[in-house]
């Protein structure tokens, strides 16, 4: 399959959010007056749009509120507790002179652009895409469409690099190949669900990869 376009996920995939996601989420279950939830059931909700995961965890009624207070504390301290996956900067350096890259993850762009900046990420890619103030609830499936109507890209040749379900489906929706990554928050279990183009194990096996798919090599995992 000819390649031309990858589109990246941020939390899990890029950048090991998951320390200021944690704090965050803790803060606004606090704030609420609700009992505090372990990390292992917090950690479920790295990686869906913040809207449903907070349905989830407080309910309708609390939705808006609790996605409110959880993103002025994240904006504030949660989006700099982070760092990048290891050998991410130097697989990002080496397939950027290949392909058009850019970011797609359901934070909002505002909070990925700083991040972006802030871990060394910017320079690697063309655009950052993330949630806007007027469609707030916009999901993976219409975040990719977004940019691959935004950015001309073929759908045949564009892949979504995430290590969640909603990466994958998001791709499928849209016709794309994809690639679950297993050092993220989904489990193997999760991502062989639903089907991706390939797994891969580590960042640095990134471009490899992805240079067997361009070359038509049926991978279906890094090192397996």
Not at 68 to 77: G, V
Not at 159 to 186: E, F, Q
């Amino acid at each position: 399959m000819p390649i031309s376009g990858l589109l990246f996920d941020l939390d899990g995939t890029l950048l090991e959010t998951e320390p200021g996601i944690l704090a965050s989420f803790r803060h606004t279950l606090q704030t609420l007056g609700l009992p505090p939830r372990s990390d292992a059931q917090l950690r479920t909700h790295i990686g869906p749009p913040l809207k449903t995961s907070w349905g989830e965890l407080v309910g309708a009624e609390l939705t808006d509120r609790a996605t409110e207070i959880y993103r002025q504390f994240y904006d504030a301290k949660g989006k700099f507790m982070a760092r990048p996956y290891g050998g991410m900067l130097e697989a990002l350096a080496q397939l950027s002179t290949s392909y058009r890259l850019f970011i797609a993850t359901s934070k909002r762009k505002v909070f990925a652009l700083d991040m972006a900046e802030h871990f060394g990420l910017r320079p690697y890619f063309a655009e950052v895409y993330g949630l806007l103030p007027e469609n707030l609830a916009e999901d993976k499936a219409a975040l990719i469409a977004r940019i691959l109507l935004e950015q001309s890209l073929n759908p045949q040749e564009t892949l979504m690099i995430g290590d969640r379900l909603y990466d994958l489906t998001g791709a499928k929706a849209n016709g794309l190949g994809s690639i679950g990554v297993l050092w993220g928050y989904g489990s193997r279990g999760e991502l062989q669900a639903h089907h991706p183009t390939a797994l891969c194990e580590r960042p640095a096996d990134l471009p490899s990869i992805i240079s067997d798919l361009a070359l038509g090599a049926k991978a279906v995992s890094s090192r397996d």
